[in-house]
């Protein structure tokens, strides 16, 4: 089994690590939050605890519907080995219902049902602040291939079908999400996480925010929310 090594890199959310396994890294999620390009920060106890196991149960859903990711095994209870890869800077956004900056940007309601799933290219770049991008602008910046940005929105769609469906099962409306993705041994893999961090879950029933938006918007209860996905996750995959 591989062993931590020397830290690699350090963002707002994770950090990750060397390997004594070559190909392979070390991914360890931090209790940090951030918001509005980190000028809203805490530290939220048990936060990374509860994005690192529902991300790994979510990749591990995906990967019995025939999507891989970087995800290899948890070594901890916050802790687990990913596949290396270099990550692509074009992060793929799918929206269902109108929220957040689509909502403001083209004056819908939150929560507008669309007419089918949106999808949007925003340029990964702490400096310019993640800015929404279209392919012709990820061409002429060489972020990723022509080839490349069709796989990823190819999977991130089919990422939203199958997630949609198991969360309808469990009470949870799949607003919108981010996905990221790498480039490693000769393709474009699914990497980074899936959490209520990067993800809109709303209540079914009540349209209780169940994600990051509690720490955005002052509402409280983070760690509460976040546990009670993962407990509907996990009662639905043994029902």
């Known amino acids: 089994m591989a062993t931590k090594g020397e830290l690699l890199y350090e963002g707002k959310a994770k950090r990750l690590y060397h390997t004594t396994e070559a190909g392979l890294y070390w991914m360890e999620f931090k209790d940090d ?48 080995l990913v596949q290396a890869g270099e990550i692509i800077p074009v992060e793929v956004v799918v929206r269902n219902l109108a929220a957040g900056s ?14 089918r799933p949106v999808t949007e290219l925003y340029y990964k770049s702490d400096a310019l602040h993640d800015p929404l991008v279209n392919e012709d602008h990820v061409a ?10 069709a796989e990823m929105k190819e999977q991130a769609l089919r990422v939203n079908g199958i997630l949609s469906r198991f969360l309808e099962r469990a009470g949870i409306v799949l607003v919108d999400f981010k996905l990221e993705f790498a480039r490693s041994r000769g393709r474009v893999l699914l990497s980074d996480e899936i959490s209520p961090d990067t993800c809109r879950f709303w209540d079914a029933q009540t349209g209780d925010r169940l994600d990051k938006d509690r720490f955005r918007r002052d509402l409280g209860g983070l760690t509460e929310a976040y546990n009670e996905v993962l407990r509907r996750l996990q009662r639905v995959a043994v029902e």
Do not use: C
Not at 39 to 66: C, D, H, M, R, T
């Open 33 to 80: 939050a951030t918001a509005f390009d980190g000028a809203k920060k805490a530290v939220i106890p048990g936060k990374g605890y509860y994005n690192a196991q529902i991300s790994a149960f979510l990749f591990e859903l995906l990967s019995k519907k025939g999507i891989p990711s970087h995800f290899i095994a948890m070594v901890g209870e916050r802790e687990m």
């Open 102 to 115: 689509m909502a403001k940007r083209l004056g819908l309601a939150e929560g507008t049902a669309l007419k």
């Open 140 to 149: 002429v910046l060489d972020l990723a291939t022509a080839e490349e940005v």
